[in-house]
């Protein structure tokens, strides 16, 4: 079974709009990370937002919020105001294991996010 | 946040020989490197996990003869590609980390082997 998945190759956005990237995970480990990356045409990964799985709320980062439903094991994210710039693949990505310790970050298959002027 | 380097951005290589990528954390001690395949619009598969000092570790499937991986320092590791091959051209991305906390990424190496 895949342990992250993107279901959306594509997206395409209307500058100024929101836009939801979705993400949904599978792991038996109760310590968990998730986390959202950019990947522009010149490759370099950019870390975007992160949450534990311990955490009670939703992490925001700016234009950048992660809407994490445990029960539901998704977490996706949510761009607001969409730029031109943020058009890039998307990432969603899962560590598992204490941070402290050994980790392994699996990476979903990404999302291609185009904005529309 | 923490910076991690990757020299070189881009290399071009003949089949048949080899090349040294190298991943450093510039502001911190990495006491674990990881190293990173992104085929061309794929995801990023983990290659193997180095620890300082010792041997690296090896996802299933990664030949450790073919990719050999040195982490000497704590802010220093090595990816060697040996004998080269076409197929062996990819985007490699390495990432950094320290204990407790989370890996940083560094921008990726483009091999391309002709």
């Known amino acids: 079974a895949q342990k992250i998945t993107q279901t959306q190759p594509g997206m395409f956005v209307q500058e100024k709009e929101a836009v939801t990237l979705d993400c949904t995970y599978d792991?038996?480990?109760?310590?968990?990370?998730l986390f959202w990356y950019k990947q522009p045409s010149s490759g370099e990964m950019i870390f975007l937002i992160y949450?534990?799985?311990?955490?009670?709320q939703n992490a925001t980062e700016g234009r950048y919020s992660l809407n994490f439903q445990k029960a539901r094991k998704s977490a996706n994210l949510v761009i607001s105001a969409s730029q031109l710039g943020d058009s890039a693949m998307y990432f969603c990505?899962?560590?598992?294991?204490?941070?402290?310790?050994?980790?392994?970050?699996?990476f979903g298959t990404g999302t291609k996010l185009q904005v529309i002027p | 946040g923490a910076v991690v380097s990757q020299h070189p951005s881009r290399v071009i290589c003949k089949s048949g020989t080899s090349v040294k990528i190298e991943c450093r954390s510039l502001?911190?001690?990495?006491?674990?490197m990881f190293w990173y395949r992104q085929f061309p619009k794929k995801s990023l598969m983990l290659m193997a996990t180095?620890?300082?000092?010792?041997?690296?570790?090896?996802e299933q499937g990664v030949e450790k003869d073919k990719f050999l991986i040195n982490h000497a320092s704590l802010t220093l590791s090595t990816l060697t590609v040996t004998s080269a091959h076409p197929e062996d051209s990819s985007f490699y991305i390495c990432?950094?980390?320290?204990?407790?906390?989370?890996?940083?990424f560094g921008p990726g190496t483009r091999l391309t082997v002709t």
């Open positions: 502001d911190f001690q990495a006491t674990t």
């Open positions: 792991t038996s480990d109760p310590s968990y990370g």
């Open positions: 949450q534990g799985s311990y955490d009670q």
């Open positions: 990432s950094a980390k320290r204990l407790g906390y989370e890996q940083y």
């Open positions: 990505a899962m560590r598992e294991g204490q941070s402290g310790g050994y980790q392994k970050v699996t």
């Open positions: 180095s620890n300082e000092g010792s041997k690296a570790t090896y």
